[in-house]
């Protein structure tokens, strides 16, 4: 059974967005794309379920800044349309910041699955 991260790639990559797991892409950025990170998890309620935060973070060269917002609503797009009701927004958005390393702007927000939590 392929993971939903993997599931969340795959979908990305289908409809042309570059996206990678943390600590992979390496070098300045030339071109837009993801980081992909799964970010932690909380139960809900009291039931046996929890969520699990996927981070989207979201990579534009340094003089693409004013193309951030479309490339938000291009990645939006395909987790609303092509993998809802499988992954939510949380509604947590993060500041845009400027990576120097990588010499790109970036932004995040972070979406949730729910899954059964097996330890309970």
Known sequence: MESIWRTIQRKLEENNIKTFPPATKIG???????????????????????????????????????????????VKQVLNEQLHPLLRSTGSNNPDYYDDEVKAHMRSFTYRNIRRNKYM
């Open 28 to 74: 300045e950025c030339k071109s837009k794309y993801v980081v992909l990170k799964e970010s932690g998890s909380s139960q809900v309620n009291l039931y046996s379920s929890e969520y699990v935060y996927y981070q989207f973070m979201l990579y534009v060269p340094q003089n693409k800044y004013h193309t951030l917002d479309d490339f938000e609503k291009e």
